[in-house]
């Protein structure tokens, strides 16, 4: 039985070039090596042709930068300074050109004879991170008018570096159940349509408006001083006095007032749900107001 050949046990340098260019092409990864010194490309595989659309010619003996688009380019030249020997370090790019994301790993590699190099790999994660793009769209947005939701707006709300001249504003449409009942659902449908048209005319951007629940909208509003929000606010109220198109080309129309809630700066900090639920129960009665919360509506 033959005996499994190392490459350090291989004393001629050519035929140890040629067992790694024979290693290379029989695997299904993009792969390059590529001096640790000059960041000349030394090797590279089949698979790595095909991926980046070059020739061997046009990628052996050259600089990463020519060899690799700029995006690359730039991960692939300082990489190698952060990785060792032991582990791969890698980075996730999007090749903006081909649309196409893609795991760019490096390690570093000592074979005896040979001088020290950087190991390139490149795996297509395109269709993963795709997946993951229709995941995230799925968990964390209203499908039926295309807004982020709830989950999305918490957060949004995490990730604010401050609350300085930052609103939220919350409204829950009074009784929208009754109309699913009473006209179908079919014309709930098309009254919250309308209502994210609007609410997108008033130049809210898309991202910053958000389907709570089926009848609760909230707005993130970013920029503004209290009493800019406070029109906002008011602003959303007034239209919801005038009624909205009951079925696409038609005259019929129906009435949905909505109940709106505010927090301001601090307020927004923490425990946003409790808190709207508190304003907005404070201005339950009569419907189509507007609360704005304080510390106070907790003492009460």
């Known amino acids: ?9 291989i004393a001629d340098l050519k035929t140890r070039e040629e067992y ?14 590529v001096d ?5 490309v030394l090797h590279c595989n089949e698979k790595l042709c095909k991926d980046i659309e070059k020739t061997r010619a046009e990628i052996w003996n050259q600089p990463l930068t020519k060899v690799f688009w700029e995006e690359l380019a730039r991960v692939a030249h300082g990489l190698p300074a952060v990785s060792n020997y032991k582990t791969a370090i890698t980075e996730i790019y999007y090749w903006r050109e081909k649309n196409k994301w893609g795991q760019f790993a490096v ?27 229709e995941y995230r769209r799925m968990a964390f947005y209203d499908q039926q008018l295309d807004i982020p939701n709830g989950l999305q707006l918490e957060q949004d709300v995490a990730d604010l570096p401050s609350y300085r001249q930052v609103a939220l504003i919350h409204f829950d449409l009074d009784d929208f159940s009754s109309v699913n009942d009473v006209y179908g659902w079919d014309v709930g449908d098309h009254v919250l349509l309308q209502i994210r048209a609007w609410l997108l ?10 389907r709570v629940s089926d009848d609760e909208f909230a707005i993130l509003v970013q920029g503004h001083t209290l009493e800019e929000a406070k029109r ?14 009951a079925y696409p080309n038609s ?3 129906l009435y949905c007032t909505a109940t709106i809630g505010m927090m301001w700066e601090d307020y927004i900090g923490g425990d946003i749900r409790n808190r709207l639920f508190r304003a907005i129960s404070a201005a339950g009665a009569p419907a189509g107001s507007f609360t704005f919360y304080h510390a106070e509506l907790d003492r009460a």
């Open 1 to 9: 039985m033959s005996q499994p050949v190392y490459i350090d046990h």
């Open 20 to 33: 790694l260019e024979a290693v290379l092409q029989i695997v299904d990864v993009a792969i390059s090596t």
């Open 36 to 40: 640790l010194q000059t960041r000349i």
């Open 107 to 133: 390690r570093k590699a000592k074979v005896d004879g040979l001088p020290d190099v950087a190991v390139f790999s490149i795996t297509n994660i395109t269709e993963i991170s795709r997946s993951e793009f």
């Open 201 to 210: 005319q008033t130049k809210i951007p898309r991202e910053n408006l958000y």
């Open 232 to 245: 906002r606010a008011l602003q959303i109220q007034a239209r919801f006095l005038k009624p909205w198109q």
């Open 251 to 253: 005259s019929l129309t």
